[in-house]
């Protein structure tokens, strides 16, 4: 094994990175791909056929739900919620709901956001702890709020 597991995770998928740590209690579902370098944190939920890029860090406790695409470089604080069911009920069939969900190079979210499903997260953005993101943000971005509003540039962006 080229990678770290932590013996209390739970780890079905055989497409883990090397030098990549998963840390306690977390749990990789099936057919999910996560990449060379990465973080993934305690108490990290990661769904069925999640991709995940190369030297990726999502915190503890963060719930990345299947559709969900992280490219390289990316920076998912603790306690982050992504989703997949536009319009979530307790009866039906979910996947005529379902949306993918795309978040692009050098991003970062910021603890305790939640990302509604179907929207892209641009390449170099932050969105700031605590947001609701409802619609797609662009490249190089700061939001913030609930819901998410353009607030600028972010600065701290590597391009």
């Not at 090397?18 to 990290?44: D, F, L, P, R």
């Not at 299947?66 to 996947?95: H, L, M, Q, S, Y």
């Not at 913030?144 to 972010?154: E, S």
Request: with cysteine; hydrophobic share 35%.
């Amino acid at each position: 094994m080229s990678h770290f597991e932590h013996p209390t995770a739970i780890v079905e998928s055989e497409i883990i990175g090397e030098n990549t740590k998963i840390w306690a209690y977390s749990h990789v579902c099936k057919n999910a791909v996560i990449g060379k370098n990465c973080i993934i944190g305690e108490g990290v939920y990661i769904g069925p056929g999640v991709k995940i890029g190369n030297g990726v860090k999502i915190q503890n406790h963060s719930l990345i739900y299947e559709g969900v695409t992280i490219e390289d470089e990316v920076f998912i604080g603790p306690n982050v919620v992504t989703t997949n069911d536009i319009r979530p009920t307790a009866v039906g069939d979910w996947k005529e709901r379902f949306r993918e969900t795309l978040i692009k190079k050098g991003a970062s979210i910021g603890a305790n956001s939640t990302i509604i499903c179907g929207n892209t997260i641009g390449e170099n953005s932050l969105v700031g702890a605590g947001s609701v993101v409802t619609k797609n943000v662009d490249d190089n971005c700061l939001v913030y709020g609930n819901p998410a509003k353009y607030r600028g540039v972010n600065n701290a962006s590597s391009s």
